[in-house]
């Protein structure tokens, strides 16, 4: 008998075999019926069909958020005003495997990339390699981010230069953490020896800014596009996603956007009661509206999943971290904070506040059912994991009380129960999938544009002028139009020679 033969509505719900348990959010028949109300009132199916139809619901640029073309492996047309795009997305596909078949003896990849151009490949390549028996060509893949040149430093001293392959990601081409540390790899190649044909040969791409790659010096055949129409921070199922193919092939490709695709079709076309995206979304909804929530967590019972809090916090705090609505209105409610780790790890660092602090944190709780290797020890511990991630929820639920305050555990702290059969390429692409899909409800509820990051560009503005009184080592700097007194004084500390005893 399967295991879905246990669910019993209204509280377990499944889809693509993962269940979603809702037992612990203390919401009753009729608070469900309410919210699943409140969500047609905000015309929730309306979006979810124009989302897939490739209206432009990024209103604020213009654009359809089509990365759903990506994963549409049936490749049943998706028009952008009048065109299909799945000729072209189909057409990188089939690059990605040429690729797949022609990388012989290649050592290190050095993915060059931050933010959407990094978390979901990262996340996947750290999750994939825990997966018992699924075969690696053994590549270093190496993921370089930040402009600190320890991530430099750090790859550059193990990869091997004259079979080290370097794939540049990024939608602009504009980012200046990417195309700094992209020059700082082409000279560590011509600083090894490299001849210029062996760069050239080296450099791949994959942006929407076909110019400015080959204007870097990237052969157009090594670039690799995508589209305006996908969000970075949804941009793991393009070419992105590159290492995914290279490192376990392109057949463990297809698997990841299957288990996407196959979470698309449910969100598409299941009912809002069955829904599990539309679920847990309406569950974090009610929790705002009764406890004033500020902060949730999710909590993967997988050392493979590590990553994955990371990645959602740039989906979710990127996407509806925002104080207006689309049509320019102070919103009622945005995006909590996310946060999260691995359990059991998790237990012993934060798990406190959650059971005795004064902020009520929902819980996303997520086990694998299958163990995450092939060690002899796997079933015992996995036991324990799995017996850790139920009582966790329990106590956190039920609570408990004591004649001593400090042993009471108030209780009726909400958590969702999210189980995946097991972790490989397909259920890591359902899960992500599960949770964009989620993150574009809770978008739709609050009648936010979840597509758009405007807040991220002042920074990076203010961050030139700084730089530049940085560069001029002086340290009587002025405030000024664009740099205050604080940030003068702060110059000043680090211009001067000031050196700690
Ligand atoms: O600064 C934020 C951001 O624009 C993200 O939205 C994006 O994922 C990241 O920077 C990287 O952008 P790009 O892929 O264009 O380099």
């Given amino acids: 008998m399967s295991y879905l033969s246990h669910l019993n509505p209204p509280n377990l719900h499944s889809a693509v075999e993962i269940v979603l348990d809702t037992a612990y959010q203390g919401i009753d028949t009729q608070g469900w019926e309410k919210l699943f109300a409140e969500a047609r009132q905000s015309q929730l199916e309306q979006f979810i069909a124009d989302l897939f139809a490739g209206k432009h619901i990024n209103n604020s640029e213009d654009r359809p958020a089509l990365h759903s073309a990506l994963r549409n492996l049936t490749k049943t047309p998706i028009l952008i005003d009048g065109k299909d795009v799945m000729p072209a997305v189909a057409d990188v596909w089939r690059?990605?495997?040429?690729?797949?078949?022609?990388?012989?003896?290649?050592?290190?990849?050095?993915?060059?990339?931050?933010?959407?151009?990094?978390?979901?490949?990262?996340?996947?390549?750290?999750?994939?390699?825990?997966?018992?028996?699924?075969?690696?060509?053994?590549?270093?893949?190496?993921?370089?981010?930040?402009?600190?040149?320890?991530?430099?430093a750090r790859i550059l001293a193990r990869a091997q230069p004259h079979s080290?392959?370097?794939?540049?990601?990024?939608?602009?081409?504009?980012?200046?953490?990417?195309?700094?540390?992209?020059?700082?790899?082409?000279?560590?190649?011509?600083?090894?020896?490299?001849?210029?044909?062996?760069?050239?040969h080296a450099l791949y791409a994959v942006t929407a800014n076909i110019h400015a790659a080959k204007d870097f010096g990237v052969d157009e055949?090594?670039?690799f596009p995508f589209w305006d129409w996908v969000g970075g921070r949804y941009s793991v199922w393009s070419a992105v996603g590159l290492p995914i193919a290279l490192q376990y092939g392109f057949e463990t490709f297809k698997q990841f956007l299957a288990g996407a695709e196959a979470i698309d079709l449910h969100f598409k076309n299941a009912p809002l009661e069955k829904n599990l995206p539309v679920i847990?979304?309406?569950?974090?909804?009610?929790?705002?509206?009764?406890?004033?929530?500020k902060a949730y967590a999710a909590i993967p019972y997988a050392d493979a999943l590590d990553w994955f809090p990371k990645w959602l916090q740039q989906l979710d705090m990127e996407s509806n971290g925002k104080s207006v609505d689309r049509n320019?209105?102070?919103?009622?409610?945005?995006?909590?904070?996310?946060?999260?780790?691995?359990?059991?790890?998790?237990?012993?660092?934060?798990?406190?506040?959650?059971?005795?602090?004064?902020?009520?944190?929902?819980?996303?709780?997520?086990?694998?059912?299958?163990?995450?290797?092939?060690?002899?020890?796997?079933?015992?511990h996995h036991r324990i994991l799995l017996s850790n991630c139920l009582a966790q929820a329990q106590a956190l639920a039920n609570g408990k009380t004591a004649s001593n305050p400090n042993d009471v555990y108030p209780g009726k702290r909400p958590s969702n129960f999210l189980l995946l059969p097991k972790l490989n390429a397909f259920y890591l692409g359902a899960l992500l999938a599960l949770y964009e899909n989620r993150t574009a409800t809770l978008g739709a509820l609050w009648n936010i544009n979840s597509f758009d990051q405007p807040?991220?560009?002042?920074?990076?503005?203010?961050?030139?002028?700084?730089?530049?009184?940085?560069a001029s080592h002086q340290s009587d700097i002025q405030s000024n139009a664009e740099i205050d007194a604080v940030t003068a004084a702060r110059i000043n500390l680090l211009n001067s020679n000031y050196s700690p005893s």
């Avoid at 847990?280 to 929530?293: F, R, V």
């Fill in 221 to 223: 055949d090594n670039i």
């Fill in 328 to 380: 320019g209105k102070p919103v009622k409610h945005s995006s909590p904070v996310v946060f999260g780790s691995a359990g059991s790890n998790a237990q012993h660092s934060y798990f406190q506040l959650f059971h005795q602090g004064t902020e009520i944190i929902p819980i996303d709780f997520i086990a694998v059912r299958d163990p995450m290797s092939d060690r002899p020890e796997a079933v015992a």
């Fill in 164 to 200: 080290t392959r370097v794939v540049i990601v990024s939608k602009s081409f504009t980012t200046l953490e990417t195309t700094m540390n992209a020059k700082a790899v082409v000279a560590w190649l011509k600083d090894s020896g490299c001849t210029q044909s062996q760069i050239t």
């Fill in 95 to 152: 690059r990605i495997e040429a690729l797949c078949n022609k990388w012989v003896g290649v050592t290190d990849v050095i993915h060059i990339g931050i933010g959407g151009s990094d978390f979901g490949p990262r996340l996947a390549i750290e999750a994939l390699a825990h997966v018992p028996g699924l075969q690696s060509r053994g590549m270093r893949m190496h993921f370089l981010a930040n402009i600190d040149t320890a991530e430099l």
């Fill in 280 to 293: 847990m979304a309406l569950s974090l909804l009610y929790q705002q509206e009764k406890h004033h929530i």
């Fill in 455 to 470: 807040g991220v560009e002042y920074g990076k503005v203010l961050a030139k002028p700084i730089e530049k009184a940085l």
